[in-house]
């Protein structure tokens, strides 16, 4: 049996609000895995830069060049949030043995026919491995895509080893920029597979509605607190519920290319042109979020799930919430806390353990996650100065050490 290894995962979201960094010991191999988070960092982008990412993000605003930069900018800036976590949990470069970067998504392409021909997470590898001295894996996605996936959500194959409730169906329902579900069979239903897609909007279209309420003033409503002050209207959110995206069939996956500016831009118009006020035309566009959820439940889950466990930024905005249990009637809508995880910090977690599964050449998802036609290994991996060291101590031999803290 080998070691544990020590990983640390990195993740920004397509909110593109920072970076989420966490490190994690990870011993076993499924069905059992064991993690446990040492420590978590997060650190915000400053404004401007947010807005560098968003619009390197839109096929408007985009330029090679400007791109390209920005690739080696978040490099860099993914390597510094990897030695502040260290320096703030006292361990060292040398007591790491990987980081599983999931980048930063700039363009996620889906064809008419729901098919998924592109994908591209920016952020260069070989910058934290040159700067940590740490391997790097990264690149998760592609694999995926080019076995005939979605490649994404990619947090269902975690949910699907550490979350199966041992009697009943279980979603678990991250509302990051873009909305995501796992609907997990119990485990006591052993040849039942569980259900993954994109529900649809989530943060991103929140936030780009927000700043077109504001003139760009406010780029999020804190706590869903102006969204609270409105009403929302059923018969509008009863015609943006006729979207095609709601209809088309799973696996399936979308982006800000979809639930991004543009929509958010249009939604607002049209809330005015309605006679809203712009209250009540964010607390309709809130309203989307939660419905379009609840009725992808409805949609494809073989039973209604008891438990909703929730999950990324949209689980600390309460009308959200609010709206989401009065659409869910029977669920019981919990935090990931409540199950033993950090709901902050879960999805850098995620890319730790999906790091850990592709350094020892395991799949990280299923088939009847993404799509794919077969589970495949996931990741680039760019060699760190502790690559050769690394491959003998977990691949060659058994090693049982373990690092003691700076």
């Known amino acids: 049996m080998t070691r544990p290894l020590y990983i640390i995962g990195l993740m920004s979201g397509t909110s ?6 966490a490190l994690c010991e990870i011993s076993g191999a499924p069905p059992s895995l064991s993690v446990r988070m040492l420590a978590a ?13 968003h619009e390197q993000g839109t096929q408007a605003t985009s330029r090679i060049d400007a791109l390209s930069r920005l690739h080696f900018e978040l490099g860099e800036r993914f390597a510094s949030a990897v030695l502040s976590l260290l320096d703030e949990a006292g361990y060292t470069p040398q007591q790491v043995d990987l980081i599983g970067l999931h980048g930063q998504t700039v363009w996620h392409e889906i064809d008419s026919s729901g098919k998924a021909v592109a994908t591209l997470q920016i952020g260069e590898a070989a910058i934290l491995a040159e700067r ?23 947090t269902s194959y975690i949910d699907w080893l550490l979350l199966r409730h041992p009697t009943h169906w279980r979603a678990v329902q991250n509302i990051g920029g873009i909305s ?28 780009e509605a927000m700043r077109a309420l504001t003139s760009g003033e406010k780029s999020l409503d804190l706590d869903g607190a102006m969204a609270a002050r409105g009403h929302f209207d059923e018969g509008w959110l009863g015609e943006l519920m006729e979207h095609p995206y709601f209809q088309r069939r799973g696996p399936k996956s979308t982006g800000r290319e979809l639930f991004g500016p543009e929509m958010a831009v249009k939604l607002v118009n049209e809330g005015r042109a309605r006679g809203l006020s712009d209250e009540d035309t964010l607390a309709t566009i809130t309203a989307l979020t939660a419905a ?18 929730i999950g990324g930024g ?23 806390e409540a199950v033993g995880m950090d709901t902050d910090n879960k999805e850098a977690l995620v890319f730790a353990v999906l790091a850990y599964e592709s350094w020892y050449g395991r799949p990280g998802t299923l088939a009847a996650l993404t799509g794919a036609s077969r589970a495949v290994v996931l990741g680039d991996i760019t060699p760190g100065a502790n690559y050769h060291h690394l491959l003998r101590e977990t691949l060659f031999t058994s090693v049982s050490t373990s690092p003691e803290p700076g």
């Open 16 to 21: 593109a609000d920072g970076i989420d960094a």
């Open 41 to 53: 960092q997060s650190t915000s982008f400053p404004r401007d830069f947010q807005r560098l990412i």
């Open 132 to 154: 940590t001295g740490i391997t790097t894996i990264s690149n998760f996605r592609a694999r995926d895509i080019a076995a005939g996936g979605q490649g994404a959500p990619l």
């Open 180 to 207: 995501n579900v796992t609907l997990l069979p119990p485990l006591n239903m052993p040849d039942a597979l569980p259900i993954a897609f994109d529900t649809g909007p989530g943060n991103a279209l929140l936030d």
């Open 292 to 309: 379009s959820i609840a009725d992808a439940y409805q949609a494809y889950a073989p039973v209604m799930p008891r438990e909703v466990i």
């Open 314 to 336: 949209g689980g600390h905005n309460p009308t959200l919430i609010t709206m989401l249990k009065s659409f869910l009637p029977g669920a019981e809508i919990l935090s990931h």
